[in-house]
């Protein structure tokens, strides 16, 4: 901040909630569009409301990041090691998500096995209860 | 006399982290809240990841607009109003803390109490919509963490009872049409319906309760974050007697326990954005 005067950050900051208040509201406003909820019309791509979402919402990070935690005004080497380590998440986003998906291509399979391993737990199960009763019945 | 020069300031680069420097020219306090922040960053990511992956795994999911569609006063069918004021209510207490900061830079004492005492009544706005919304999807709607009544179709097909609310007899959807299984005294009812196209076209089935993750994350991660706001009004009401009773006055360092708090108090609007995000906008 000590780059501004009172009067300059004071008008900045206002400025900058409006701007943070306008992309909510028209975040709100595209998210019901593309689900058909206002205007009317079906429901749009799923994909392009995601990406739309998060650009927008990565915008609105950087604003409260940089402007209201006054990060543009931290010295260079402060910046990296706050920033470059969430990098990281990138990739786990990436893979997680991956395995997600391929979690739900496979489900059908994963059922299968349960189904086939909970056939072979009523065999143990009733084995069990047939020597019990043999125990019982001597 | 070049050498002793070299030599002089080689010593004080060595000395630059024993203590007396400051490294990124700000305070102690300060850069330890940005690390603090960036591992609870970490933290908030594994936990919206998890539901990220949960969510992409599961053939259905409740759908936000419709679950979140509940306004007070017994209204329905609003898609996302409440949680977009919830939204704009902390945004705004961001805003006031800004403008405590900022008095605190020129040792304003009632500018800093004034915008602070906004910005804790900001944060008891959001903590009272969060309760309201806590208050209607468990009572209302019974979600629970290990039971979930919203779900979706994943097929096309026709109603062959009505449930009083919205669902009629002989209504018909489609593969992704949200609904939400009803209570009555302790009792589900789940509604039958006919498959009407593809390969378990004539079958009779009934709604199935949707991914039971849902009410697990969702109770938790909003939590975890309406826990990280109850914090901060605490901190924040901690700070703001202490600056009423001219405690930092005395500290000439421009407030900075204020610009401490704020940082923190804008991580967790930064939170939002994304919980936001994940939960009701995708």
């Keep these: ?138 | 006399m070049a050498e002793t020069l070299t030599h002089h300031s080689v010593e004080k680069d060595e000395k630059l982290w024993e203590g007396g420097k400051q490294p990124f020219k700000v305070s102690y306090g300060k850069l330890m809240m940005w690390y603090f922040l960036l591992s609870d960053a970490f933290t908030f990511a594994g936990f919206l990841i998890a539901y990220g992956t949960l969510r992409m795994s599961s053939p259905t999911w409740p759908v936000p607009d419709f679950v979140f569609s509940t306004i007070p006063g017994g209204i329905h069918h609003k898609p996302l109003y409440f949680v977009t004021f919830m939204t704009f209510v902390l945004l705004f207490s961001s805003y006031t803390m800004v403008r405590a900061v900022q008095e605190g830079h020129r040792e304003n004492k009632n500018g800093v109490v004034f915008w602070m005492v906004l910005t804790i009544l900001g944060g008891i706005g959001f903590l009272s919509c969060q309760a309201w919304e806590w208050t209607t999807l468990i009572k209302g709607e019974h979600v629970s963490v290990t039971k979930n009544p919203f779900s979706s179709h994943t097929e096309h097909g026709i109603y062959l009872e009505g449930d009083g609310h919205d669902i009629k007899e002989g209504d018909s959807f489609a593969p992704g049409t949200p609904y939400l299984i009803h209570q009555h005294d302790g009792k589900w009812h789940n509604l039958k319906y006919k498959v009407t196209e593809g390969e378990n076209a004539g079958a009779v089935k009934e709604q199935a309760f949707g991914p039971k993750a849902f009410g697990a994350l969702f109770f938790f991660i909003t939590g975890f974050h309406g826990f990280h706001v109850l914090s901060g009004v605490i901190f924040l009401l901690i700070i703001c007697v202490n600056a009423a009773t001219g405690l930092y006055v005395k500290r000439r360092n421009g407030y900075e326990m204020v610009e401490k708090i704020g940082l923190y108090w804008h991580f967790v609007d930064l939170v939002w954005v994304f919980v936001f995000l994940v939960f009701y906008l995708l």
């Design chain 1, 1 to 138: 901040m000590g780059h501004l005067s009172y009067e300059e950050s004071k008008s900045k900051a206002l400025k900058i909630i409006l701007i943070l208040a306008a992309i909510t509201f028209v975040e709100v406003i595209i998210c019901l569009w593309f689900k058909g909820h206002i205007g009317g019309g079906e429901p749009k791509s799923a994909v392009m409301l995601g990406a739309i979402m998060i650009a927008m919402s990565l915008l609105k990070a950087y604003l409260i990041v940089y402007e209201f935690m006054h990060m543009k005004y931290e010295l260079p080497g402060l910046v990296k090691t706050v920033l470059l380590p969430t990098l990281l998440l990138v990739w786990a986003v990436v893979a997680f998500f991956m395995e997600g998906d391929y979690w739900k291509n496979r489900r059908g399979e994963i059922l299968e096995k349960d189904k086939s391993e909970s056939h072979l737990q009523l065999e143990y199960d009733s084995n069990k209860i047939n020597k019990d009763i043999r125990r019982m019945s001597h």
